[in-house]
């Protein structure tokens, strides 16, 4: 972290033509955690480390698979698989890009002791993960310590409907529980034990691997809506204006849309969580629930 200088003269100019250069020093005085760097989260951990932001800490603990290479910034044609695992390959794009940055690198999963140390020592959170479940709990996780969170979701629900959207929690903005955004069982099912989940499928005659199944997922369709993510990150890190609060890409109409969001009242988590620092005791959940679900891949 000592040498914070940047590589060469001139290279945040057109940067401070947009936002000045207290701008820019905020920008290096952030310190992001990107929580999921796969198809979305490398492209934040590129726009980022291009924007000038000082630190990124990177949690995931998933490798690069061979399916990932159609959208994974940074992944080169020769790395292995497996055997290499996301978190460096965030560390190696950022690297490449400005070796001031510094970079901490969380090979778990968002449900463990190590994420959660290294997020509180952040000043901004990008979620880029791809469960309603895990977002539930970043959520609680940054209301609980009053982090501003950008959470972006790729999303591909039926044929022929693709996009995506970005939704930041900051403020008196309300939360992403509040606000609707997330899916009631996807939730429950994230926080069920395996045997819970077992019984169910069961009883329900449910095909627990099919809910697993991956959807479309493409390059250009992720890089839309985490630049629109980084954008708003940029506008609220910068003070030149108020984030939006809720984006809507629409990739098969090519639009988007601004949404607001109604959040119901006496929310638990922005009302009684929000603030509360250790006392929230979010680690109750990885606690009871093991090691946890891996986080899988936008
Ligand atoms: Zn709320």
């Not at 952040?122 to 609980?144: P, Q």
Request: glycine content about 14%; hydrophobic content about 35%.
């Amino acid at each position: 972290m000592a040498n914070r200088t940047t590589t060469g003269p001139g290279r945040f100019d057109r940067n401070e033509r947009l936002f000045g250069r207290e701008g820019q020093q905020a920008l290096r005085r952030a310190h992001v955690g990107i929580v999921g760097v796969g198809g979305l989260g490398t492209h934040v951990v590129q726009q980022l480390s291009l924007l000038g932001v000082g630190a990124l800490t990177l949690v995931d603990d998933e490798e690069l698979s061979g399916s990932n290479r159609n959208r994974y910034v940074g992944a080169w044609h020769n790395d292995p698989v497996p055997g290499s695992p996301k978190v460096e390959l965030g560390e190696r794009l950022a690297g490449l890009i400005d070796p001031a940055i510094a970079v901490i690198r969380v090979k778990n999963n968002l449900l463990s002791n190590a994420a959660f140390t290294a997020l509180r020592a952040c000043s901004h959170i990008f979620g880029c993960v791809d469960s309603d479940g895990a977002r539930f709990v970043l959520n609680e996780f940054c209301l609980a310590y009053e982090k501003p969170l950008f959470d972006l979701a790729s999303d591909a629900p039926e044929p022929g409907y693709y996009g995506g959207r970005v939704a930041v929690v900051i403020g008196d903005s309300g939360c992403l529980h509040c606000r609707g955004l997330l899916d009631d069982d996807d939730v429950r099912r994230f926080l069920s034990t395996e045997e819970i989940l077992d019984n169910e499928a069961a009883v329900y005659g449910i095909d627990r691997r099919a809910l697993g199944e991956a959807g479309p997922s493409v390059v250009s369709v992720n890089g839309v809506v985490a630049s629109l993510g980084v954008t708003e990150f940029m506008a609220a890190a910068t003070g030149i204006r108020a984030p939006q609060l809720h984006l809507d890409y629409r990739g098969d109409r090519g639009t988007v849309g601004s949404r607001t969001d109604d959040p119901a009242d006496d929310c638990y988590y922005c009302g009684i969580v929000r603030g509360q620092g250790d006392s929230a005791n979010i680690e109750r959940y990885f606690r009871r629930a093991g090691s946890g679900t891996p986080l899988g891949e936008s």
